[in-house]
């Protein structure tokens, strides 16, 4: 199956393929394709100052956060009196004491699109946890319906950790804000990790030069979407048709070992030819170590 | 600690008196499982659907344990047992929750068995059965309400959730080819390990049961690169525990650990016509249909 998803994807290449092949890895960051950043919270910035990555080829080690113990100081900041803490997950989660109100078949519901909830998360945490670099991510929202109508039930605003002008990647560090459906923020989860640099590697490791062609680039893909189309459905014999870079960024990505490392971040979308598709984010490291001779 | 219904359900329960037996102390289970290898009348085998069943009882089992709840796999159906007559005559009751893992079909409410019944006609809880979860690819309709369903759909679970969009499959190596050269080869993300997060999430007690089942799909199938739609049948109502604390418009989809008002609903109640049900569905993603 290899094989063919690799004729598909040479024969995309030469012909009809979105992926601009004679264009470097560099060129995917600088602005070629839409970042797939979505959002800023730090007023005075923009995509284009996060994209220039002036990071260090630093690694981190990730700790166990310390917030357990802000409790005290975390209930006056975001005025909710109940504080519970996931150790398994190291998440400090904050409930009012409406937070059931989001698990009610509500009487009224005053939001009325996605977007309200947005912005009443984006002012909660500007107002309450200023001190936490973030930036938007997406909005969860669980709707009801009854016979008599449907409505929303409430919604779960995502944002994601920023790091060294990077976004974190994965689960790693988060906080997610929820609301009900009279737009009460009911419960916040706060997952910050410590970031400690690996101090004892530093020499041996080499920035990347940033040449990596796309044509390795569609190798990832096609090994990426191997491994995840063979194990899915049993649908392993359906080909690609197309393939494109759908948004980029500057990342760090959670290595084993709780090990933080730079990479550049891509989500790319395969057409499949049975008119399925999927986006799968492909990370690149940024450090020369990650790469084969 | 003893409940009874007040006022909102008693027009689908009148019928069959209040129910009074408790907080449960049990998490006693059903499981039908089918990788439908070499059958006949599924285009695609579930390569993977072993190890979900086993991430899904493995995690119920230690959850419970740990709560001190009673846990026990009542009945158990594989492949070639798990038939159609396996699950819609098998009597139910001695199971708090249901698991099935198997084909759906395209919105219809419809189930595959093994021996190639495709039906819609399967009769999901029993006098005792609370939760029933069905993953299945696209069971419930893509924003449509559940009572178009046959109103054998519940019988007596207090709420069904499953999904109203593909789901999918996957073991997912996390960083492309780097990571298993220089990660120590652990950088995998499997599917099964969502029933692992929703269990923790909902015994942790931060979570609600909805709340543990939709943010687990979620974070799921997001470390595989998917969307997905999540999706809930529940039942509803008012009620007022002995102490007369009263609860409005409670969704039984979303117990807590303490589950206070899980013991309400007699047994042997099918409510008529779905009068107080409602569907509860979140997106995740870009989900397949």
């Not at chain 1, 100052?49 to 802000?70: A, M």
């Not at chain 1, 990596?212 to 995840?228: G, H, M, N, Q």
């Not at chain 1, 980029?248 to 499949?272: C, E, H, Q």
């Not at chain 2, 029933?195 to 979570?207: A, D, I, K, L």
Request: negative net charge; aromatic residues 14%; contains cysteine.
């Amino acid at each position: 199956m290899k094989t063919n998803i690799f004729i598909v994807l040479f024969s995309i290449a030469c012909f009809s393929s979105p992926i601009k092949i004679n264009k470097n890895v560099s060129d995917f960051i600088n602005g070629i394709t839409t970042s797939h950043r979505s959002g800023l919270l730090v007023p005075g910035k923009n995509q284009e100052d996060i994209l220039k990555w002036k990071t260090s080829i630093i690694e981190y080690g990730i700790v166990k956060s310390s917030i357990e113990k802000q409790k005290d100081s975390l209930i006056k900041n975001c005025n909710m009196p109940i504080f519970a803490y996931d150790s398994k997950r190291d998440v400090a989660i904050l409930k009012s004491e409406n937070d059931e109100t989001r698990f009610r078949v509500p009487s009224k519901s005053l939001i009325s699109n996605k977007d309200e909830f947005k912005s009443i998360a984006e002012k909660f945490i500007l107002k309450n946890l200023p001190k936490y670099s973030v930036e938007y991510n997406s909005t969860d929202v669980t709707t009801i319906t009854t016979k008599e109508k449907t409505s929303i039930l409430n919604g779960t605003v995502n944002f994601r950790r920023i790091f060294m002008e990077g976004i974190i990647l994965g689960n790693v560090s988060f906080i997610k804000v929820a609301i009900n459906s009279l737009g009460e923020v009911t419960n916040v989860e706060i997952c910050w990790p410590e970031f400690i640099e690996i101090k004892n590697n530093r020499s041996s490791l080499k920035e990347e030069d940033n040449t990596i062609p796309a044509t390795k680039l569609l190798s990832i893909v096609s090994d990426d979407y191997s491994d995840i189309n063979s194990m899915t459905d049993g649908k392993d014999d359906t080909p690609l048709s197309s393939a494109e870079i759908i948004g980029s960024a500057r990342g760090w990505f959670k290595m084993d070992g709780n090990i933080l490392t730079p990479v550049y971040s891509f989500i790319v979308k395969g057409n499949l030819v049975n008119g399925e598709s999927y986006n799968e984010t492909t990370n690149i490291p940024v450090l020369k170590k990650y790469h084969p001779k | 600690m003893r409940f009874k219904i007040l006022l909102v359900l008693s027009a689908a329960f009148s019928c069959f008196g209040w129910g009074s037996f408790g907080s449960p102390q049990y998490f006693w289970t059903g499981a039908w499982l089918s990788t439908y290898s070499g059958v006949s009348c599924s285009s695609d085998d579930l390569p993977r659907a072993t190890a979900h069943k086993a991430k899904f009882l493995n995690a119920l089992s230690s959850g419970a344990s740990a709560n001190g709840r009673s846990y026990l796999l009542q009945l158990n159906y594989e492949n070639s047992t798990m038939t159609y007559a396996s699950f819609a005559s098998t009597d139910k009751n001695s199971c708090d929750v249901v698991f099935w893992t198997g084909h759906g079909d395209e919105g219809s409410g419809k189930l595959l068995s093994n021996d190639c019944y495709h039906e819609r006609y399967f009769p999901f809880g029993g006098s005792y059965t609370k939760w029933v979860f069905l993953e299945a690819c696209h069971f419930f309709q893509y924003n449509k309400n559940p009572w178009s369903y046959d109103d054998s759909l519940m019988n007596g679970a207090h709420c069904v959730y499953s999904f109203a969009s593909n789901y999918k499959w996957f073991k997912h190596q996390t960083g492309s080819w780097w990571c298993c050269t220089f990660g120590g080869c652990k950088c995998f993300s499997y599917s099964d390990d969502r029933w692992t997060y929703m269990w923790e999430r909902f015994f942790s007690g931060n979570y609600n049961l909805w709340g543990a089942y939709s943010s687990a799909m979620g974070d799921s199938h997001a470390e595989g690169g998917y969307g997905v739609e999540v999706a809930a049948v529940t039942l509803y109502g008012t009620l007022q525990d002995d102490n007369g604390h009263t609860e409005y418009n409670y969704l039984f989809a979303c117990p807590t650990k303490d589950w206070a008002y899980e013991g309400l609903i007699y047994p042997g109640s099918n409510p008529d016509g779905y009068l107080n049900a409602a569907f509860l569905d979140e997106v995740f993603g870009t989900p397949s249909y």
